[in-house]
């Protein structure tokens, strides 16, 4: 680990990390610093562009460690900044956003370009090649290009105000979530399950532990023998074809975001009757968003005594293409987390002969504010 200082937004920070983590990363993650997203992650797109030492870099690209005394600023840095308020009023004025995916990094972009040409003639085309680091998706530039025009028009022969510093905020204090352990939970089937979160390989693995009011040999059955509707209380997802020698066709239904997607793909399925554990593993892609994920849904069963039973769950996951935006950071932690604590509450309702809640593709405002009220849970 390196221990280094770095300047973000007015405020020193100590670099402790790996040299090989890069400065979204370190700002989004540690900082929570969600101003900054994450798109191509190969300096394509600008969506993570950021200002150090008064130019915009691709913050994907920067190694957080070589920011060493640097000063870095990010998106959130020009609430008070004068340039900035006017290109947000004129980004609004000239519909120069649609889902605003690109909109932190193309005003920072923006704000650069002002900055270096007010009080000049610049034409559209010159404009155009400025903003040609970050991609939009949505508008075709014509609104943005407007925008930055009516700003440069409006300062005439006026300078322009020196950068604004951003307010010193707050430290806050967070827990380190990879390094709790799980807890032992009491045999109260209401409770969410306890969760714990670590890295492997490229991707991350979620696992918790929850308690059932049923004994484990049915609880093994229903799991053994009943999987098609043990996946289903897995919201989302669906298996559409399992053969005799474990192998499976299914599909998964998400929607995150601006990201819509059907991942379709086939997998395994294989049983340990000796352990009571199973495992069902499989890849896919979803050919719209050229997304593509893999990953392991795996289940263990412990006795308790006659009547109860604890499962220990564990999804291991990697995505790439449009999803892998939401497959870093805390907040997919919390969102799988609440998958698992769904996947409880309908498996409880299956053991009990009841439908699972029918959910036909997953929403981030849904999970985003269970997992909210998950976390306050936890606070209180």
Not at 10 to 24: H, I, Q, T
Not at 73 to 96: C, G, K, N, P, Q
Not at 231 to 246: F, H, I, R
Request: include cysteine; proline fraction near 4%.
């Amino acid at each position: 680990m390196n221990s280094k200082t770095v300047t973000i937004n007015g405020r020193a920070s100590e670099l402790n990390v790996e040299p090989r983590r890069n400065l979204a990363d370190y700002v989004r993650e540690d900082l929570l610093l969600t101003g900054t997203h994450l798109g191509c992650e190969q300096g394509i797109c600008g969506a993570c562009t950021v200002v150090k030492d008064g130019r915009p870099v691709r913050s994907c690209l920067t190694w957080a460690a070589s920011c060493e005394g640097s000063d870095v600023r990010t998106i959130e840095a020009y609430d008070t900044d004068a340039v900035m308020t006017r290109l947000r009023e004129a980004f609004s004025r000239e519909h120069a956003l649609q889902c605003g995916f690109c909109t932190p990094g193309m005003l920072i972009t923006a704000q650069d370009i002002v900055r270096r040409f007010a009080g000049q003639t610049i034409s559209d085309k010159r404009i155009r090649y400025e903003l040609s680091g970050n991609l939009c998706r949505c508008t075709g530039y014509a609104g943005i290009v407007r925008a930055i025009q009516r700003v440069l028009e409006s300062y005439g022969d006026q300078p322009v105000p020196d950068l604004a510093t951003a307010p010193s905020l707050g430290a806050m204090e967070l827990q380190d979530f990879d390094a709790i352990p799980l807890e032992e939970t009491t045999r109260d089937e209401s409770r969410g399950p306890t969760t714990r979160s670590v890295a492997e390989g490229n991707g991350r693995r979620i696992e918790a532990r929850f308690e059932l009011a049923h004994p484990a040999p049915a609880v093994w059955a229903i799991l053994r023998d009943e999987l098609p509707a043990v996946v289903a209380c897995l919201p989302g997802a669906e298996l559409s074809t399992m053969n005799d020698d474990g192998t499976l066709e299914g599909f998964f239904h998400v929607k995150l975001g601006p990201v819509s997607a059907r991942i379709a793909g086939e997998g395994k399925a294989t049983f340990d009757d000796s352990r009571w554990h199973g495992e069902v593993s499989g890849q896919g892609t979803d050919s719209r968003s050229n997304s593509r994920a893999k990953g392991t849904l795996s289940f263990s069963l412990e006795e308790l005594d006659e009547s109860a039973s604890r499962m220990t769950v564990s999804i291991s996951f990697e995505m790439s293409g449009a999803l892998a935006q939401f497959s870093r950071g805390g907040l997919v932690e919390e969102i799988i987390s609440v998958l698992i604590e769904q996947f409880q509450t309908n498996f409880g309702r299956h053991m009990a002969g009841e439908a699972p809640v029918k959910q036909s593709s997953l929403g981030i405002f849904q999970l985003t504010w269970m997992a909210f009220k998950r976390w306050l849970r936890r606070l209180f």
